[in-house]
């Protein structure tokens, strides 16, 4: 059983401390992971063929990556919910200044009524 464990993925010096349950599921685990591995490069390899398609025969029509590789999508709206888009900024730009043209109308209007009256007092 030590050969085939070992060809199945578990350290040669961990196999002796372990239980037999223990080197069973490490041994599946193992082979699971490297079919999930074996899948993701089949996939990756079709669509790198897809894109070649794509770029030898008809260029002007390739998906850009984010189409092509749907992962690629969730990492930029990652990376971009931690970053404020240009459209946020400028709201809040606009927003900002609203307040002080309010701010500004506020203490203008409060100065004429003062100005009143104190002229007619």
Do not use: C
Not at 7 to 32: C, D, F, H, R
Not at 42 to 58: H, I, S, T
Not at 67 to 87: A, C, G, R, V
Request: glycine share 4%; proline share 6%.
């Amino acid at each position: 059983m030590y050969p085939k464990a070992v060809e199945a993925g578990i350290p040669a010096e961990k196999y002796w401390s372990m239980t037999y349950e223990e080197i069973v599921l490490q041994a599946e685990a193992n082979v699971a992971i490297r079919k999930q591995q074996l899948e993701e490069k089949a996939m990756m390899d079709y669509k790198a063929a897809q894109l070649n398609a794509y770029g030898f025969n008809d260029p002007k029509k390739m998906p850009k990556p984010d189409q092509h590789y749907p992962f690629l999508k969730t990492e930029d709206k990652q990376e971009q919910s931690n970053q404020p888009q240009d459209w946020e900024i400028m709201k809040a730009r606009m927003i900002e200044r609203t307040e002080m043209i309010k701010a500004t109308r506020e203490r203008k209007n409060k100065q004429e009524k003062e100005g009143i009256d104190h002229g007619t007092g």
